[in-house]
Each structure stands twice: as C-alpha cells, then as structure tokens.
C-alpha cells in the first residue's frame, strides 16, 4: 500500500514566490478571479524545474495503468474498508468511468464554472499546467496519496466524500491530507502558487479542513456540497456518483460483456434511472 507521505517532488519543490492566498488577503481575493489570464498560465506552470518535476509525475501517474496488481489491491482494500459490495470487473470499471465523467464530473463542472463567470476550458488548461498528473484517473484507483491530496485542493469539489473514502485505502492519507490543507490555508504549502491560480473560491481550503477534521472524527460528517449540485438537475446524479460506495453500486450493475458495454456507451445518452442511487 502506497505511503500517504507524499510521494512526488510536490512537497519539496520551492512556491516560486509568495503564495496568493494567505491570512487573511485569502478572505479577500484570489489571484484566479483577480489576475489576468496570462499571468495565471505561468503562475500555474511554474518554473521550468518545476513543469520537469511534474512530467515526471504524470509519467510516474500514466505508468501505473500497466500494473494490474495495484488496481487489485486498491480495490480490495476499499472492500475491506466496507465501501465496495461487489468488486466491479475492469469492463465495469472502463464503463463506469466513462459515465461518471459524461454525466456527473463534466457536465456538473460546467454547470458550475458557468454560474461563476469561469471559461470551463481555460479552467481545465490550467489545471493541466497545475498538475497534469490529476487529470489522468478520474476514478482516482490508480492514484497515488499525495496525487489525490493534490486534486482535492486544485478543484472545488461538487461533493469530497468521494475523495476522502477513497484516501481511507492509503495508510494514514486523511491526516495527511489534514496537514496538507494546513499548509495550503498558511501559504507555506510547496503548490500554494500554483493551486492559487487554479481555485476561484477563496473560502474553499477552509470548508475543505473543516470537514476533512469532522470526517476523521465521524465517518457520517455532512459533506459540503457545491450548491449547483443540489439542484433538481443534478441531485439524483450526484446521490449516485457522489459518494464511493454508490458509484461502486452503480459500476457494478453496469454490462460484463464487450458487446453490451459497448451498447451501452453508444446507445444511452444519460444517467440511466434503473441503476440510479435511490
């Protein structure tokens, strides 16, 4: 089981520059919605020394899909964790994916970006020049500790409980992720200039350790829900993808054969009601 100490050069790596949300300027602003866009591209990318060590990140990230045995042993410790019923096969994984980021990541995210003024495509760029490496999981299986710590503090999260149980299968990843937080709310975290780029809410890191103390104390802690996904539109698929034991349920009922999973992705356009969360 991979350490939850970070495992990339991200917390050795110096910020390149006094962090853009600290104290309480954080209260304030943030350089995403204050900087104009090119300064955000290079404050996202970083120093050369710095885009080297994250090539080898996503390099490190993209070679881990070869290594079946890691994906076994995620998931059966999320199934000792009590947070898998039945394993989903990897069909049912590639599927679920697939469905997760067409109905609930993208469509959620745009939703979202779109109420607050933000260009969803420019937000996605500098997430890539943030962190290249979180973009490549989107079930975060294949994720290391340090690269899930990372993604839940570059994008305001429609609901973290997600991430959270899914950093439960890393020995020690929540107080780590406590402790990461910690630095990132300081401005002494090595990516707070990056990160500061990338995230709009200057309240978010906050809500975020609040309830990341509240979910080591209690399992059962109210998560904090971006508001656009409490809505009609999207409560259902957020109920369904939301959380890690109903996206399990919901990968597991989806096709097991080649030929109905390809049906699947071709044929049926959204969240298909008889394998909804209830």
Known sequence: MP???PTTESSSEPCGGSPPMMGTAMERTVART???AWKLLLQAAGSPWEMAGKARR?????AVYARGDALDARLERLKHLGYIDAVPTRLQLVVGSADMLRFWI???AEDYYESRGIDFGFHQVLRFLDEPASLVDPTGFLSTAD??????MQVVHANPAYDLQLLESHEGGLE???RQVEQMIAGTHPRAR???????????HQRL???VRDYIRDKDADAPKRDNVTSARFALIERTFGTLPAAMRYFAKLPRSPLAATKHLLTVAELPLELAER
Do not use: F, K, M, R
């Not at 996503?58 to 993209?62: E, F, Y």
């Not at 690269?147 to 839940?152: D, E």
């Open 209 to 211: 350790l609040g309830y």
């Open 147 to 152: 690269n899930i710590i990372g993604h839940l």
């Open 58 to 62: 996503l390099a490190s990230a993209l």
């Open 176 to 178: 780590e992720l406590e």
């Open 34 to 36: 204050s900087e104009p």
């Open 194 to 204: 990056s990160i500061g780029a990338v995230v709009e809410d200057p309240e978010y």
């Open 106 to 108: 993208v469509p959620a």
């Open 3 to 5: 350490s939850a100490q």
